[in-house]
């Protein structure tokens, strides 16, 4: 009995086509979840029955259990250690139990994905759906090809190779950190922000490692406009006549700043009158042919020169693709293999009504080979792989479809050449030029006439000879802010910065614009909405990471590792997450839990001062401005000498200044005990956990607390020997230092010899716990000296991406 073979594709019209080749189109198909085509044939030397079949994109995504679906029982911070499961992307289309019934009696497995990350990532999915990922003997082979023209397919039967698990990890790494990242942020600030601010215009607001970043170059961009002051300028433009030309001369100092000095210069051309040829020159100048076209560079012309925004390309390029008109739309390479067929490719489009004269004229006068590009180790360039008509395409793909076909043309033809000449002028000691340029060889700009270069033609000069000056205009004019960003601009950043890839950039760019955060505008550019403004102004001001283009290259260089083999999967997911989890708890601490001030009800802000010494510390924004209570003798950021009665800028009352009674932020209920080096009181910074601290509201000292304790909190009570407040420690079972595991301990830090021992001053001398200053820097009971804490490193809560 002939062995059974199945083969799967990533979508049914490619199934189609290997399905047709290998048969020689003799195929019977029967309808199931996807078609299934089935015939008989060779397979390995010897006689096979065949089904092939397909999925219809990934058969798997990745998602949270139910028990962590819910929103409002579910702590965004803890998404990051959360299980995740795999279910069905599609589970009406039954693709699962599909594979699963068509692999029943087959003994090998061929597998027809797209040979891209994504595409090693679905391999996996079909062998885990059809059981072949059980160790019973059957085998599973690769088919590794760039177009479905009969060529390839039969190449790539004939060369079959093994699944990369590496790359296919790759992508399962992205996709659990994108899931937690993205769900963890993402629900956290939907539910802070949603209904407190109605104008915001999004019910979900949503963050992204990749989308965020995007967002962030074309607010920068906004910020650059609004902030930009136009200045006059003028500038100095001379005019000759010579041999029947009138010549707009260029002033070599481009333009000045101050009126009176260019109409200066003015008059000195207006008195002498001539302009004297200083110097000709000529040189023959040579503009290259392109390289071979990537996915980036056709998504930059199909927004710039087209229209279609990155999303409608890449749709279109799909479809161009499982046609059979091009090859694989999604590469980062522009350097051709060395095997490559051009002049198959060029037969192919010599019947094409529209460039096949053309392409007969490269056949017959000899095209040239491509220039040198980047070999990404993916695909060759996008290239048309047969002809194809508007009628039969559609307008839209067919423009898509003209351009591929221009630009492969393009790579095959001369460099286009010209002459360049410069005649140099001086006139009332200022210098002129002019520029004339005359083109000798077209070349590749036949076929692609947009890049031509702009002929203009002058007369012959003679050095040292004299014109006279017809007029002199002295223009004036004003400096403009850049335009908003464009698609193609925008791609060239997330390209340069890493953000995205071929497959994904489109996505994230159609993400931004769908989710309200950009508006596509004139020119296909991308305008900020209120809400995507804020956005990137509320992470800039907290943390600028979250919205830096760095995060996601700093993602996608681990991904690459692992992609790669270089680098454990699990272990990258590991460290990445920890280091968004820190800045999660950083993100959320700066919100401050939506407290607001007893005396003014405003929201309380948290500050978080730089570098690892750094207090943290609430304040009202009102009370800050406008302090409520008289007899307060210092301000926070007043000036040590002078009348700090005079409020200059940034000065004002945090909570720990505040003498309210009762607000649970103010001094009277936060501070511990006397500041050992001024007149100020230690008071427990709210948000330091785990490394919990002491800090003084009138000078630097910081007192280190007990580190690793789940809460430190003050209490009502008073010490009996010093009247410093209790504070009340609830220590980690598992570094309790308290007897039989006990955790919770109340007592004074200058009075309990417990407490006094595990603290340990920072930033000012050591005090004994019998009076406010102490003499020297004792240990244990009489000094601020603790258990070998003095060596930890000190850690920026926001965990920059930069130095990973």
């Given at each position: 009995?002939?062995?059974?073979?199945?083969?799967?594709?990533?979508?049914?019209?490619?199934?189609?086509?290997?399905?047709?080749?290998?048969?020689?189109?003799?195929?019977?198909?029967?309808?199931?979840?996807?078609?299934?085509?089935?015939?008989?044939?060779?397979?390995?030397?010897?006689?096979?029955?065949?089904?092939?079949?397909?999925?219809?994109?990934?058969?798997?995504?990745?998602?949270?259990?139910?028990?962590?679906?819910?929103?409002?029982?579910?702590?965004?911070?803890?998404?990051?250690?959360?299980?995740?499961?795999?279910?069905?992307?599609?589970?009406?289309?039954?693709?699962?139990?599909?594979?699963?019934?068509?692999?029943?009696?087959?003994?090998?497995?061929?597998?027809?994905?797209?040979?891209?990350?994504?595409?090693?990532?679905?391999?996996?999915?079909?062998?885990?759906?059809?059981?072949?990922?059980?160790?019973?003997?059957?085998?599973?082979?690769?088919?590794?090809?760039?177009?479905?023209?009969?060529?390839?397919?039969?190449?790539?039967?004939?060369?079959?190779?093994?699944?990369?698990?590496?790359?296919?990890?790759?992508?399962?790494?992205?996709?659990?950190?994108?899931?937690?990242?993205?769900?963890?942020?993402?629900?956290?600030?939907?539910?802070?922000?949603?209904?407190?601010?109605?104008?915001?215009?999004?019910?979900?607001?949503?963050?992204?490692?990749?989308?965020?970043?995007?967002?962030?170059?074309?607010?920068?961009?906004?910020?650059?406009?609004?902030?930009?002051?136009?200045?006059?300028?003028?500038?100095?433009?001379?005019?000759?006549?010579?041999?029947?030309?009138?010549?707009?001369?260029?002033?070599?100092?481009?333009?000045?700043?101050?009126?009176?000095?260019?109409?200066?210069?003015?008059?000195?051309?207006?008195?002498?009158?001539?302009?004297?040829?200083?110097?000709?020159?000529?040189?023959?100048?040579?503009?290259?042919?392109?390289?071979?076209?990537?996915?980036?560079?056709?998504?930059?012309?199909?927004?710039?020169?087209?229209?279609?925004?990155?999303?409608?390309?890449?749709?279109?390029?799909?479809?161009?693709?499982?046609?059979?008109?091009?090859?694989?739309?999604?590469?980062?390479?522009?350097?051709?293999?060395?095997?490559?067929?051009?002049?198959?490719?060029?037969?192919?489009?010599?019947?094409?009504?529209?460039?096949?004269?053309?392409?007969?004229?490269?056949?017959?006068?000899?095209?040239?080979?491509?220039?040198?590009?980047?070999?990404?180790?993916?695909?060759?360039?996008?290239?048309?792989?047969?002809?194809?008509?508007?009628?039969?395409?559609?307008?839209?793909?067919?423009?898509?479809?003209?351009?591929?076909?221009?630009?492969?043309?393009?790579?095959?033809?001369?460099?286009?050449?010209?002459?360049?000449?410069?005649?140099?002028?001086?006139?009332?000691?200022?210098?002129?030029?002019?520029?004339?340029?005359?083109?000798?060889?077209?070349?590749?700009?036949?076929?692609?006439?947009?890049?031509?270069?702009?002929?203009?033609?002058?007369?012959?000069?003679?050095?040292?000879?004299?014109?006279?000056?017809?007029?002199?205009?002295?223009?004036?004019?004003?400096?403009?802010?850049?335009?908003?960003?464009?698609?193609?601009?925008?791609?060239?950043?997330?390209?340069?910065?890493?953000?995205?890839?071929?497959?994904?950039?489109?996505?994230?760019?159609?993400?931004?614009?769908?989710?309200?955060?950009?508006?596509?505008?004139?020119?296909?550019?991308?305008?900020?909405?209120?809400?995507?403004?804020?956005?990137?102004?509320?992470?800039?001001?907290?943390?600028?990471?979250?919205?830096?283009?760095?995060?996601?290259?700093?993602?996608?260089?681990?991904?690459?590792?692992?992609?790669?083999?270089?680098?454990?999967?699990?272990?990258?997911?590991?460290?990445?997450?920890?280091?968004?989890?820190?800045?999660?708890?950083?993100?959320?601490?700066?919100?401050?839990?939506?407290?607001?001030?007893?005396?003014?009800?405003?929201?309380?802000?948290?500050?978080?001062?730089?570098?690892?010494?750094?207090?943290?510390?609430?304040?009202?924004?009102?009370?800050?401005?406008?302090?409520?209570?008289?007899?307060?003798?210092?301000?926070?950021?007043?000036?040590?000498?002078?009348?700090?009665?005079?409020?200059?800028?940034?000065?004002?009352?945090?909570?720990?200044?505040?003498?309210?009674?009762?607000?649970?932020?103010?001094?009277?209920?936060q501070g511990v005990c006397a500041c050992p080096e001024c007149s100020g009181t230690l008071v427990l910074d709210p948000v330091s956990a785990p490394k919990w601290r002491?800090?003084?509201?009138?000078?630097?000292?910081?007192?280190?607390?007990?580190?690793?304790?789940?809460?430190?909190?003050?209490?009502?009570?008073?010490?009996?020997?010093?009247?410093?407040?209790?504070?009340?420690?609830?220590?980690?079972?598992?570094?309790?230092?308290?007897?039989?595991?006990?955790?919770?301990?109340?007592?004074?830090?200058?009075?309990?010899?417990?407490?006094?021992?595990?603290?340990?001053?920072?930033?000012?001398?050591?005090?004994?716990?019998?009076?406010?200053?102490?003499?020297?820097?004792?240990?244990?009971?009489?000094?601020?000296?603790?258990?070998?804490?003095?060596?930890?490193?000190?850690?920026?809560?926001?965990?920059?991406?930069?130095?990973?």
């Amino acid at each position: 009995m002939a062995p059974k073979v199945l083969m799967v594709a990533e979508k049914p019209s490619i199934a189609l086509s290997i399905a047709s080749v290998l048969s020689g189109a003799q195929i019977s198909t029967r309808r199931a979840s996807t078609e299934v085509h089935e015939f008989d044939g060779m397979f390995l030397g010897s006689r096979a029955h065949y089904r092939v079949t397909s999925v219809i994109g990934h058969v798997f995504s990745v998602d949270f259990p139910a028990a962590f679906q819910d929103w409002a029982n579910t702590n965004p911070s803890d998404l990051f250690q959360a299980p995740i499961l795999k279910k069905e992307s599609n589970p009406k289309a039954h693709i699962c139990r599909h594979l699963s019934q068509e692999a029943r009696g087959c003994s090998h497995l061929v597998l027809w994905l797209d040979c891209d990350r994504e595409g090693e990532n679905i391999c996996f999915e079909v062998i885990e759906c059809t059981g072949f990922h059980t160790n019973d003997g059957r085998r599973i082979y690769r088919a590794r090809f760039s177009s479905v023209t009969e060529k390839d397919i039969l190449k790539a039967m004939s060369s079959l190779v093994e699944p990369n698990r590496d790359e296919a990890l790759a992508v399962d790494a992205r996709q659990e950190i994108d899931l937690k990242v993205g769900v963890a942020f993402t629900r956290f600030q939907t539910s802070y922000f949603n209904g407190k601010y109605g104008n915001l215009d999004a019910r979900v607001i949503s963050y992204g490692p990749c989308q965020t970043p995007t967002l962030g170059f074309c607010v920068d961009r906004y910020l650059q406009i609004a902030m930009f002051k136009p200045e006059k300028f003028w500038m100095l433009h001379p005019y000759i006549m010579y041999k029947g030309y009138e010549l707009k001369l260029e002033w070599e100092r481009g333009r000045l700043f101050d009126a009176d000095v260019a109409a200066m210069f003015r008059n000195r051309l207006m008195e002498d009158g001539t302009m004297r040829v200083v110097r000709v020159s000529e040189k023959l100048e040579s503009k290259g042919r392109p390289s071979g076209l990537n996915t980036v560079n056709l998504l930059k012309v199909a927004s710039s020169a087209l229209g279609f925004g990155p999303q409608l390309t890449m749709q279109l390029a799909e479809r161009l693709y499982t046609q059979g008109f091009v090859s694989y739309p999604r590469t980062e390479s522009t350097a051709y293999p060395s095997s490559f067929d051009f002049k198959g490719t060029l037969v192919a489009l010599v019947h094409n009504p529209a460039f096949g004269g053309y392409a007969q004229k490269l056949l017959t006068e000899s095209y040239n080979k491509p220039r040198a590009g980047t070999d990404a180790g993916d695909h060759p360039p996008i290239t048309p792989m047969r002809s194809a008509s508007e009628d039969s395409l559609g307008n839209d793909a067919w423009k898509l479809y003209q351009y591929i076909c221009q630009h492969f043309l393009g790579t095959l033809s001369p460099d286009c050449k010209y002459r360049r000449i410069n005649v140099e002028f001086e006139s009332g000691g200022e210098q002129f030029q002019c520029i004339g340029q005359l083109v000798t060889v077209k070349g590749f700009t036949s076929i692609m006439p947009w890049l031509a270069v702009s002929e203009k033609n002058l007369p012959d000069f003679a050095e040292g000879e004299k014109i006279e000056i017809s007029k002199v205009d002295l223009d004036e004019g004003n400096t403009s802010p850049p335009d908003y960003l464009n698609e193609s601009e925008l791609i060239s950043l997330m390209e340069k910065h890493g953000i995205g890839t071929d497959a994904s950039i489109s996505v994230h760019i159609n993400n931004i614009c769908e989710r309200n955060y950009v508006q596509v505008q004139a020119g296909r550019r991308l305008v900020p909405t209120p809400l995507g403004i804020s956005l990137i102004r509320g992470y800039q001001c907290i943390d600028s990471d979250l919205c830096l283009p760095d995060i996601r290259s700093f993602i996608e260089h681990q991904i690459t590792l692992v992609a790669k083999g270089q680098a454990d999967h699990s272990m990258v997911v590991q460290h990445v997450l920890d280091q968004f989890r820190r800045k999660f708890s950083y993100f959320v601490k700066q919100l401050y839990k939506e407290l607001t001030c007893p005396l003014d009800n405003f929201e309380l802000l948290l500050c978080i001062m730089p570098g690892p010494e750094g207090k943290s510390f609430p304040l009202c924004p009102y009370c800050y401005n406008c302090p409520p209570f008289e007899g307060i003798d210092t301000f926070f950021g007043a000036p040590k000498t002078g009348d700090s009665s005079k409020l200059g800028k940034g000065v004002g009352m945090p909570c720990f200044l505040c003498p309210h009674p009762t607000c649970p932020h103010s001094v009277i209920a936060q501070g511990v005990c006397a500041c050992p080096e001024c007149s100020g009181t230690l008071v427990l910074d709210p948000v330091s956990a785990p490394k919990w601290r002491l800090y003084c509201n009138m000078c630097n000292c910081l007192v280190s607390l007990p580190e690793g304790a789940h809460r430190i909190s003050t209490t009502q009570d008073k010490c009996p020997e010093c009247d410093s407040t209790i504070i009340e420690v609830d220590f980690n079972k598992k570094t309790t230092p308290l007897k039989d595991g006990a955790t919770l301990h109340k007592g004074c830090i200058l009075c309990d010899e417990l407490l006094h021992s595990l603290v340990e001053m920072k930033h000012g001398r050591s005090f004994s716990r019998h009076g406010r200053r102490g003499r020297g820097r004792g240990k244990g009971r009489g000094g601020y000296r603790g258990r070998g804490r003095g060596n930890n490193k000190q850690q920026d809560p926001k965990m920059s991406f930069r130095d990973f």
